[in-house]
């Protein structure tokens, strides 16, 4: 299977990409910036144009998300995201989110709290939030990441 993770680089990009990778799977990583990891390659998600270049020529069957931005989260929500999921396709789409956007007793139907400017981390949620709504459709799954311990990829 070919599955291009954006944020490889990260606590959990990283382990996703180790887990594939081990398991046989062709995997491509991103980082954002230089990393000690020589196998990711950079990809500055906000250069809309040559992300599709990455998708259109390595063709992965799956997409995985694990960017976080504290401060450029709504951009990414606003001018990133709608571009993604249109031009992706049937390409399998996973969004690792956090569950911290949303209330307590959150359920399917709980309505995501958008957070004002005196909110800790406000553009970081208010940016996941925004994401989710964008990305709704049968191929993309959101995955809410809570605390993450171990990774078990099957």
Same mark, same amino acid.
């Given at each position: 299977?070919?599955?291009?993770?954006? =944020?490889?680089?990260?606590?959990? =990009?990283? +382990? !996703?990409?180790?887990?594939?990778?081990?398991?046989?799977?062709? %995997?491509?990583? +991103?980082? $954002?910036? /230089?990393? $000690?990891? +020589?196998?990711?390659?950079?990809?500055?998600?906000?250069? %809309?144009?040559?992300? &599709?270049?990455?998708? /259109?020529?390595?063709? *992965?069957?799956?997409?995985?998300?694990?960017?976080? /931005?504290?401060?450029?989260? #709504?951009?990414?929500? #606003? $001018?990133?995201?709608? !571009? &993604?999921?249109?031009?992706?396709?049937?390409?399998?789409?996973?969004?690792?989110?956090?569950?911290?956007?949303?209330? *307590? $007793?959150?359920?399917?139907?709980?309505? *995501? &709290?958008?957070?004002?400017? +005196?909110?800790?981390?406000?553009?970081?949620?208010?940016?996941?939030?925004?994401?989710? #709504?964008?990305?709704?459709?049968?191929?993309?799954?959101?995955?809410?990441?809570?605390?993450?311990?171990?990774?078990?990829?099957?």
């Amino acid at each position: 299977m070919k599955i291009l993770i954006l =944020g490889a680089s990260g606590f959990l =990009g990283g +382990t !996703i990409y180790f887990k594939l990778k081990n398991v046989g799977n062709d %995997v491509l990583g +991103t980082c $954002n910036k /230089n990393t $000690n990891n +020589t196998n990711l390659i950079e990809q500055d998600v906000f250069d %809309v144009d040559s992300l &599709l270049h990455l998708v /259109n020529s390595y063709k *992965p069957d799956v997409i995985i998300w694990s960017i976080m /931005n504290h401060q450029q989260e #709504e951009e990414i929500a #606003e $001018n990133v995201m709608p !571009i &993604l999921c249109e031009a992706i396709g049937d390409i399998r789409f996973i969004f690792i989110s956090t569950s911290v956007a949303y209330e *307590p $007793n959150m359920s399917e139907d709980v309505k *995501p &709290l958008l957070r004002d400017e +005196t909110s800790y981390n406000h553009h970081y949620f208010n940016g996941k939030i925004k994401s989710e #709504e964008n990305i709704k459709n049968s191929q993309i799954i959101v995955l809410f990441a809570q605390e993450v311990f171990t990774v078990s990829i099957l």
